[in-house]
Every structure is written in structure tokens, then in C-alpha cells.
């Protein structure tokens, strides 16, 4: 473990972890032994990143969140406040199933809102924007915007978040940086 990330006194970071540089752990949060933590990352308040948890870079984690093993965020994933992972289907206290955890990927750039629910072995597709208060129940496709309980996908998203709205062929641009978006066969492209 190197030491140039910062860790809030109150934070408590296990030996045995590798956390990249310019990452910052903040307040009561825990870093468990066996995890991965890129470059630049924000872990928030009162987080637990639990063993064998990949994190890429630059990765957004608010407060309240706890990431179980098996969950893999790939580079510039945010995870809103108080949105949950599971790694087990069928939980009972009174069997043990490590050994069934269940594998959940966050793609580059994915945003999940606060309050939201991610069944595991659900892949989230890249840049995909998940609603707050969603659970996700089923893999999401990449730019897809899923809301609801259980989630069901109402549009498409720019790479920087913005409802895409697409032409009679299939084109369509974000608002705020122009970038060129084509559907086809319910999949996204972008083209600049």
C-alpha cells in the first residue's frame, strides 16, 4: 500500500489493499483488506469497500455506500449516496454462501443515483444512467436511462448525461458538447 492518497484520521484503511495515488478516503469509511482502488478517486463518508472490490480511476463514491465483493467499477464510475450492491441472491443468516457471491460490473462511466438498488450478477453498461431510487434487476445496456422499481429503461443518454433525442434516422447530439450519437438495433455508437 503506498501513501499518497489522503485518509481521514477516522477512516480506517487495512493492510493489504492497494489504493492509487491523489484517492481520497474520507470520514468513518472502511477499506478492507484485498481491494483494488485506482488512481483519483473519492471515497465519501461512512463507505465500506470490502476484499477482492475493484475500483477504476477517477471513481465517485458518495457517503453511505457499501461495495461487496464481487462488485468491479471500471474508470470514472459514480456511485450516488446511500445506493446499494448486494452479492448474494438468496441471502439467510443462517447459511453462508461465500462462496456464491455473484459478479456485478459497472462500466466506464456509469452513474448510479442515490437510493438505488443493484441486484448482483447485473452488468451496468457503459455511460448508462441509472435514477435514483432504481433497482436494477436485469443488465442495463450501455447510454441506457433506467428508472423505476423494478428499473425499466425510458431513453438513451450522452456521455456526459444528457437525454439523447434522436432523428428519423437514428441521430441524435448532446446539448452541451455535440457529440454525434447513432442508434442502431437498440444499440449506441458515438460518432465523434
Not at 155 to 177: N, Q
Request: net charge neutral; glycine share 10%.
Amino acid at each position: 500500500m503506498e501513501d499518497n492518497f489522503y485518509n481521514h484520521p477516522s477512516a480506517i484503511v487495512d493492510e493489504g489493499c492497494k489504493i492509487g495515488s491523489g484517492t481520497k478516503i474520507w470520514h468513518f469509511s472502511h477499506i478492507m483488506a484485498g481491494c483494488i482502488i485506482g488512481e483519483k478517486c473519492n471515497i465519501g463518508q461512512n463507505v465500506v469497500v470490502s476484499p477482492g472490490v475493484v475500483l477504476g480511476k477517477n471513481v465517485k463514491v458518495q457517503n453511505n455506500v457499501s461495495i461487496y465483493t464481487g462488485v468491479i467499477c471500471e474508470d470514472d464510475v459514480f456511485l450516488g449516496p446511500s445506493m446499494v450492491f448486494t452479492n448474494v441472491s438468496n441471502p439467510r443468516s443462517a447459511v453462508i454462501r461465500k462462496d456464491q457471491y455473484k459478479e456485478t460490473l459497472v462500466k466506464k462511466g456509469a452513474s448510479i443515483g442515490a437510493n438505488a438498488t443493484v441486484v448482483c450478477g447485473n452488468a451496468i453498461g457503459s455511460y448508462a444512467l441509472i435514477g435514483a431510487g432504481a433497482v436494477i434487476t436485469k443488465p442495463v445496456p450501455d447510454y441506457a436511462l433506467v428508472v423505476g422499481n423494478p428499473a425499466r429503461q425510458i431513453g438513451w443518454v450522452s456521455e456526459y448525461g444528457h437525454k439523447l433525442i434522436f432523428d428519423e434516422k437514428g441521430h441524435a447530439f448532446c446539448p452541451e458538447t455535440n457529440q454525434e450519437y447513432i442508434l442502431l438495433d437498440q444499440k449506441i455508437s458515438r460518432v465523434n
